[in-house]
């Protein structure tokens, strides 16, 4: 049997009297994209970090690759494209020189396949790197980390700081690394970010883990925060009713309140009270942990 790409057991790290992570429980199954999410300081960075063996766990175990975190750090860290959330760079080289300096550390690195993430993701190769921008830079980070093809690729916040088009190159490469058996490890604090690429995710707040869902799973268990206006005075007890209603406030001639599921009977119970104007939006990350995971307080934002 296989081992997973990534699995931890009881694994925590506290600083002093501070948690950075606690009891986590993960398994990453190889070939797979799995989203890690949560927001920030909910503990991702120091799991990350303890998987390469760069930090020490305060107790718990942590494998990659079937390798022992601890035990053989080196041989993992060889087999991983790390993106840390903060990439430090040599600024006064130009980024053809850092990629090559890069290749020639962590081993053999085809030309090719650097020339071509670049041109991909639009990194300039040509300037020193304390003149580009914080976007520019990341281009660069998200080259290093692929350049190696390695067939575990942990990437910590990728996409901070680009475009909307180099973000879509991005996608691309993590759905082709996808395509061909490698395992990726996204962390991120953007939902749509993670329900965009990934398989599952894990979601993780004030170091612990919440829980494991199937992106498959999200979709059907959907959540929208629904604000809307009538013509005429609502009937609270009418949309109470309603499946996959909550958070229900109705005030006069609005209501507010997350469905579950399809809008339609929603808007069908709505429709005699002649709707006048009609807000749906995904919640944001605070929102969306508060909805799925029991914790009910939903802010409504007009």
Request: glycine residues 10%; negative net charge.
């Amino acid at each position: 049997m296989t081992a997973p790409a990534i699995e931890t057991r009881d694994l925590t790290r506290f600083y002093g009297k501070h948690r950075g992570v606690e009891a986590l429980d993960l398994t990453v199954h190889g070939g797979e994209v799995f989203g890690f999410l949560g927001p920030n300081g909910a503990g991702k960075s120091t799991t990350i970090r303890l998987l390469l063996d760069l930090i020490r766990p305060t107790r718990g175990t942590a494998r990659v690759l079937g390798l022992d975190c601890q035990g053989q750090g080196l041989e993992v860290r060889r087999l991983v494209g790390y993106l840390p959330g903060e990439y430090r760079f040599y600024e006064n080289l130009d980024g053809r020189r850092m990629l090559e300096y890069l290749g020639h550390v962590g081993g053999q690195v085809d030309p090719a396949v650097v020339a071509s993430l670049a041109e991909r993701l639009g990194a300039d190769l040509q300037r020193p790197i304390r003149t580009l921008s914080h976007g520019n830079k990341q281009k660069l980070a998200i080259v290093q980390a692929f350049m190696h093809e390695t067939p575990l690729l942990i990437l910590d916040e990728p996409t901070t700081g680009l475009d909307p088009l180099v973000q879509q190159a991005f996608f691309a490469l993590v759905e082709e690394a996808r395509a061909a058996g490698r395992t990726v490890l996204l962390s991120s604090h953007n939902l749509g970010e993670v329900e965009r690429v990934c398989d599952r995710f894990a979601s993780v707040r004030q170091g612990r883990l919440v829980g494991v869902e199937t992106m498959a799973d999200l979709r059907d268990r959907a959540v929208r925060l629904v604000s809307l206006t009538a013509g005429r005075p609502l009937d609270a007890g009418v949309f109470a009713a309603l499946p996959g209603i909550d958070d229900l406030v109705v005030d006069g001639l609005t209501l507010h309140c997350t469905v579950q599921g399809p809008l339609q009977p929603l808007l069908a119970a709505a429709a005699p009270y002649e709707v006048v104007d009609i807000l749906s939006r995904e919640p944001n990350l605070e929102e969306f942990f508060l909805a799925l995971y029991g914790q009910r307080e939903v802010r409504h934002e007009g």
